[in-house]
């Protein structure tokens, strides 16, 4: 995939910011902490013991942290394409797939369970005020491929009780900016995480109807911006619903 030059984007690095405090709320972490080019956060989880954000691929920043980063579970994260930041690593280091730095500023008010086709229906699940979880289950037909419950790897997967199988799911965290910042490093926000649909329920809405949701809920609690890192197929859900590519996210991980 090619890039054009495009002009620098003020924006870019508080934009990483809200997207990295809300990741973390949504999953649990320690907050992040600010380093030389970005954010570190503390994950602690086999495979991705802590990640490195970065808003740009400052060759200084990145060559550092290539050379002193040497356990093998570290991520580092740059806002910058493949062929920029494939050449600042080492042999020691491989490239994920790509992901994609999205931001919208068109989030709607609450429209309960919309674009839900039959079969389905959706709960919002709050876990305090700050983060909450869309769920989407499919109910009453197990001849429809619900069951399946092999699990995406996306925030989905398995039985959800009796004649009901969850569908779909996503996570969102809401972020404010830094207490007693002035001003604010962001605009308040929304950050999605973990959203999924089962490869049996693909392809009928339900990604758009858990984003629906979850952009009303947190409409309603003051959000005024959605942040997302998208996968190449999650891209093309959310240009659609309206979202803007801010960036392309090269992502690598330390393996040895």
């Not at 570190?40 to 991705?48: D, F, L, S, T």
């Not at 920029?84 to 931001?103: F, G, K």
């Not at 911006?225 to 659609?240: I, K, M």
Request: glycine residues 14%; contains cysteine; proline residues 8%.
């Amino acid at each position: 995939m090619t890039h054009t030059a495009a002009a620098p984007d003020t924006g870019l690095h508080s934009a990483v910011h809200a997207w990295v405090d809300g990741w973390a709320r949504a999953r649990g972490t320690d907050a992040p902490e600010a380093v030389p080019g970005g954010f570190r956060i503390e994950v602690r989880r086999p495979g991705h013991l802590a990640r490195h954000v970065l808003s740009e691929a400052e060759p200084a920043v990145l060559r550092d942290l290539v050379d002193t980063l040497t356990t093998p579970g570290l991520w580092i994260k740059a806002c910058a394409p493949r062929e920029v930041v494939e050449p600042l690593l080492t042999a020691d280091w491989e490239i994920s797939e790509p992901q994609y730095l999205m931001t919208t500023d068109g989030l709607a008010a609450p429209r309960p369970g919309a674009g839900l086709p039959s079969g389905y229906r959706l709960e919002i699940v709050d876990e305090g005020e700050e983060v909450f979880e869309a769920r989407v289950h499919a109910v009453g037909d197990p001849g429809n491929g619900s069951g399946s419950g092999s699990g995406s790897g996306s925030g989905c997967g398995g039985a959800d009780g009796p004649g009901t199988v969850l569908a779909a799911s996503g996570r969102a965290a809401l972020t404010t900016g830094a207490p007693g910042s002035s001003p604010a490093p962001y605009a308040p926000s929304v950050v999605f995480d973990m959203i999924g649909t089962e490869p049996a329920h693909q392809r009928r809405g339900l990604g758009r109807a858990v984003m629906t949701a979850l952009a009303g809920r947190a409409v309603e609690r003051g959000a005024r911006q959605g942040v997302l890192v998208a996968s190449p197929d999650g891209r093309a859900l959310y240009e659609a619903m309206g979202w803007r590519l801010r960036s392309p996210v090269t992502a690598a991980g330390r393996m040895g």
